[in-house]
């Protein structure tokens, strides 16, 4: 079955950096475009970013594009996130997601358990 | 960016009830229109996607429909453990967005 597994989220202060992990299995992963969906405490979804299957397309939502990098390592199963110069409002929940497809769009299939990333002083 | 408006954000509702869930967007989105389902402290849960295709393992209970951009979700015979908050999300075209939420509680 499917499962994601995220890793490395934390207390950090405003102004640094995080690397967000996400450990694939139970699926061809190479095969897969991947999301980085996140949802801030006691708020809705939002959407951060998404890889296509080989790791040439890439697109961000708004406010992480130019501080955010999504990236995978087919080799290793595996979807990161580097989120550089964190502001509070990144305070949230970070899921991995899968997508059905090759990640041009649609939805999402299935989720990780989330990691929760905390930017504070 | 494509905004989807999702109402209404909170419905009481008892065991057995039909329980209705609008979404609207803001531009044209065919039929690029999916459902999840969230409980607290728990990932999302794909419901459906293409406005009314059913996941694989979803109860027949729910089910989706679309009529340009207005789209509903419905539960027909509300269960126990359908109590929970639903969001709807477009996938027409990026930044993929997602309506506010709406949280089903009982009544």
């Known amino acids: 079955q499917v499962q994601l597994v995220e890793s490395g989220g934390g207390v950090v202060q405003p102004g640094r950096s995080l690397r967000l992990s996400c450990a694939a299995s139970?699926?061809?992963?190479?095969?897969?475009?991947m999301h980085w969906v996140r949802q801030a405490p006691g708020k809705g979804l939002e959407w951060v970013a998404v890889?296509?299957?080989?790791?040439?397309?890439?697109y961000y939502e708004d406010s992480v594009r130019g501080r955010f990098t999504i990236s995978r390592d087919n080799s290793k199963n595996t979807l990161y996130v580097q989120m550089n110069s964190l502001r509070l409002e990144d305070t949230a929940v970070y899921y991995c997601?899968?997508?059905?497809?090759?990640?041009?769009?649609?939805?999402?299939?299935?989720w990780g358990q989330g990691i929760l990333v905390t930017v504070s002083s | 960016d494509t905004q989807m408006t999702q109402s209404p954000s909170s419905v009481s509702a008892s065991v057995g009830d039909r329980v209705t869930i609008a979404c609207r967007a803001s531009?044209?989105?065919?039929?690029?229109l999916a459902w999840y389902q969230q409980k607290p402290g728990k990932a999302p849960k794909l419901l459906i996607y293409?406005?009314?295709t059913l996941q694989s393992g979803v109860p027949l209970r729910f089910s989706g429909s679309a009529s340009g951009t207005d789209f509903t979700l419905t539960i027909s015979g509300l269960q126990p453990e359908d109590y929970a908050t639903y969001y709807c999300?477009?996938?027409?075209?990026?930044?993929?967005?997602f309506g506010g939420g709406t949280k089903v509680e009982i009544k």
């Open positions: 997601a899968k997508d059905p497809g090759d990640g041009s769009g649609s939805h999402i299939d299935y």
């Open positions: 139970g699926f061809r992963f190479s095969g897969y475009g």
């Open positions: 890889i296509s299957p080989d790791g040439s397309k890439r």
């Open positions: 531009h044209g989105i065919r039929s690029w």
């Open positions: 293409g406005a009314s």
């Open positions: 999300q477009q996938g027409n075209s990026f930044p993929l967005t």
